[in-house]
């Protein structure tokens, strides 16, 4: 019978060992799974970050297409604005050439109809 009392204390003794160590391990699990929840928590916010810089990195690829379609357009129009003015410089050009020969020959002759 003392025998019986002593196993049955030593069982007691064991299962209240067991019983500690079980709600140690729920209290690390009950941790574990808070800690998991809030990196999930952190790996959406990450991935609703993500897709806001995504988003803006796409609309400013968009900007900077379209100031490059209008620095292009503004320097084919510079160009054209140039040729044009090197046109108007050579009309000018050939009719003061015109005007020097006309001069000139008003001068050596003094005649003021030109031929």
Sequence with gaps: MIGLKKRIQQLGCEVDVANAEMEEVK???????QELK???????L???SIQTLE?????????????GSQV???KNEEEASRDEFICQMF??????RLVSLT???VALTGNLCIP
């Design 103 to 105: 001069w000139t020959y």
């Design 46 to 48: 990450n991935e609703a």
């Design 72 to 74: 292009e357009g503004l």
């Design 91 to 96: 009309d000018l050009n050939a009719k003061i």
């Design 38 to 44: 809030g990196y999930e928590l952190q790996m959406a």
């Design 55 to 67: 988003a803006r990195i796409s609309i400013i690829q968009d900007e900077i297409s379209s100031v």
């Design 27 to 33: 209290c690390i699990k009950e941790t574990t799974e």
